[in-house]
């Protein structure tokens, strides 16, 4: 009876740890609606990304565009350029830097950590998309 119930722990730990492992790799919920898409960035066109602090928006993905930000050498996030506050197309952050404000209820969002709201009436963080390298000049945006 006992090994049965040693078992059962290490199932139960087994089973603890990879939902704890798989909920680590999402990005967060958003009233923003999802819409698929996937597009590549050529970084020596978008050469601006390359030096950290700088943001660029691609109107070719996402519900209201993405804002693409470079945060460090190789370290780059996307969001949605759709606010958080004002869920519509024509409710768009307006990216200078590593700040973006929406052009309709000014609220401010910082694109380092999660472009969480720094001021305004918005307090959900834009939501945020899957990037990564495919080689030294590409990055690859998704959901």
Same mark, same amino acid.
């Given at each position: 009876?006992?090994?049965?119930?040693?078992?059962?722990?290490?199932?139960?730990?087994?089973?603890?740890?990879?939902?704890?492992?798989?909920?680590?790799?999402?990005?967060?919920?958003?009233?923003?609606?999802?819409?698929?898409?996937?597009?590549?960035?050529?970084?020596?066109?978008?050469?601006?990304?390359?030096?950290?602090?700088?943001?660029?928006?691609?109107?070719?993905?996402?519900?209201?565009?993405?804002?693409?930000?470079?945060?460090?050498?190789?370290?780059?996030?996307?969001?949605?350029?759709?606010?958080?506050?004002?869920?519509?197309?024509? =409710?768009?952050?307006?990216?200078?830097?590593?700040?973006?404000?929406?052009?309709? =209820?000014?609220?401010?969002?910082?694109?380092?950590?999660?472009?969480?709201?720094?001021?305004?009436?918005?307090?959900?963080?834009?939501?945020?998309?899957?990037?990564?390298?495919?080689?030294?000049?590409?990055?690859?945006?998704?959901?």
């Amino acid at each position: 009876m006992q090994e049965v119930f040693k078992k059962g722990k290490f199932l139960f730990l087994l089973l603890v740890v990879f939902l704890v492992s798989n909920s680590c790799n999402k990005i967060q919920d958003s009233q923003v609606p999802d819409i698929p898409f996937s597009f590549t960035i050529n970084l020596t066109i978008a050469n601006d990304l390359t030096i950290p602090g700088n943001s660029m928006y691609f109107p070719a993905g996402g519900f209201g565009g993405v804002i693409v930000y470079c945060e460090m050498p190789d370290v780059y996030y996307a969001y949605d350029a759709t606010c958080t506050y004002e869920i519509n197309q024509s =409710c768009k952050i307006q990216n200078t830097g590593v700040v973006g404000e929406c052009s309709c =209820c000014e609220s401010k969002f910082l694109f380092t950590g999660g472009a969480f709201p720094a001021k305004g009436p918005a307090a959900a963080p834009l939501r945020q998309y899957n990037i990564s390298r495919m080689n030294s000049f590409t990055l690859r945006v998704y959901n």
